[in-house]
């Protein structure tokens, strides 16, 4: 997912068929990457940034996870209503079907709007260009539906396509768009590879496991990291196309908690009084009613302070996932040269 390393992520090598070094070859680029041009950089809670793009001399390979819905705390007795039983719940766990699919909407509403002569240019700091960037998001949702499509998903390595790049350098795909089509064309096909996993994710029993380098999945597993790839390299599009990306608080809240469960804070809880930076923490010199803390701006015989001084916020979802992609900084938190998600089941 980022410019020196090239990207890889999606489909998965099984690491007891490929050396560790062929693993890197493909995944290096989203494992790690480099930091990007001052021109790439942009705000955490804006615009979004990944990247890295996979050599030509060696094939990009995703593996798709079945995607198993959770079912923590599920009561003995299923709730019931007038026409049956209502199904359980996701917890904040689970990526289901929907998310994706607006994920995925929400993606290709932003795309429309950019202007034709930009999709050219370097998608953020990878080292594709905008066109080649959403072929590989393509491809990436569509290896993932075919993981999980078989009777018998392979446990152990991927479905056997060929993934090829059409020039060095430049992403190893099955699903290319013609170009003849323009740039509606190419969001035809980014907009028919997300149906596909959509329908996989939906349609496949939540028992399934499919392989994926990062850890054998299940339905909900494929939902999420579908979404993690249309997340960031949407924020990479956006970056080179010139468009604003900022997703749903929310979304990018249970794809930390799925696949970045050692992602920090609790993200899914914006303004949790209990994060970092809570106002009302021990020692905290601004602490409401504590007149006489040491250093309270606010404290009785210091006529000339300010009131007290607001906390810092802790980071949203969104500024931590990019942290969590290589894509930004946290407060105290350096951006990453190298990372992975698990995508194994959880219950």
């Known amino acids: 997912m980022d410019g020196s390393p090239q990207e890889a992520p999606c489909r998965g090598v099984s690491s007891a068929s490929f050396p560790f070094v062929h693993v890197l070859a493909r995944y290096g680029p989203f ?9 790439a ?16 001399s060696s094939s990009v390979s ?19 209503s007038a026409s049956g039983p209502l199904p359980p719940a996701p917890s904040s766990l689970t990526v289901t079907a929907d998310d994706l699919d607006r994920c995925v909407q929400l993606a290709v509403a932003v795309l429309r709007r950019a202007p034709a002569e930009a999709w050219q240019q370097r998608a953020g700091s990878l080292e594709w260009d905008c066109w080649e960037t959403v072929e590989h998001l393509s491809d990436d949702l569509f290896a993932y539906a075919v993981q999980l499509g078989p009777r018998k998903p392979p446990l152990d390595g991927e479905v056997p396509f060929v993934w090829e790049s059409r020039r060095p350098g430049g992403p190893a795909n099955a699903v290319h768009a013609d170009r003849a089509a323009g740039p509606a064309g190419l969001l035809q096909v980014l907009e028919a590879c997300g149906a596909l996993l959509v329908a996989m994710v939906r349609t496949a029993s939540p ?32 970056e080179g196309l010139g468009l604003t990306w900022e997703p749903p608080a929310d979304l990018c809240a249970r794809v930390l908690a799925r696949l970045f469960p050692e992602a920090p804070g609790d993200p899914g809880v914006a303004g949790d009084p209990g994060a970092a930076g809570d106002p009302g923490a021990a020692g905290d010199p601004g602490v409401a009613g504590d007149p006489g803390a040491a250093g309270d701006p606010g404290a009785a015989g210091d006529p000339g302070a300010p009131a007290d001084a607001e906390a810092p916020v802790a980071p ?32």
Do not use: I, K, N, Y
């Open 31 to 39: 494992m790690s990457r480099s930091t990007p041009s001052s021109s």
């Open 41 to 56: 950089s942009s705000s955490a809670s804006s615009s979004a940034s990944p990247s890295a793009s996979p050599s030509a």
């Open 62 to 80: 995703h593996s798709a996870s079945s995607a198993s819905r959770s079912r923590c705390g599920a009561a003995s007795e299923p709730p019931t």
């Open 207 to 238: 028992e399934v496991r499919a392989h994926h380098v990062f850890g054998l999945s299940d339905p909900a597993g494929f939902a999420a990291m579908g979404a993690v790839e249309t997340l960031v390299h949407t924020h990479d599009l956006a």
């Open 316 to 347: 949203g979802p969104w500024a931590v996932l990019l942290w969590a992609t290589g894509r930004g900084a946290l407060p105290g938190r350096p951006r990453l040269t190298s990372w992975r998600w698990d995508s194994s089941v959880r219950r």
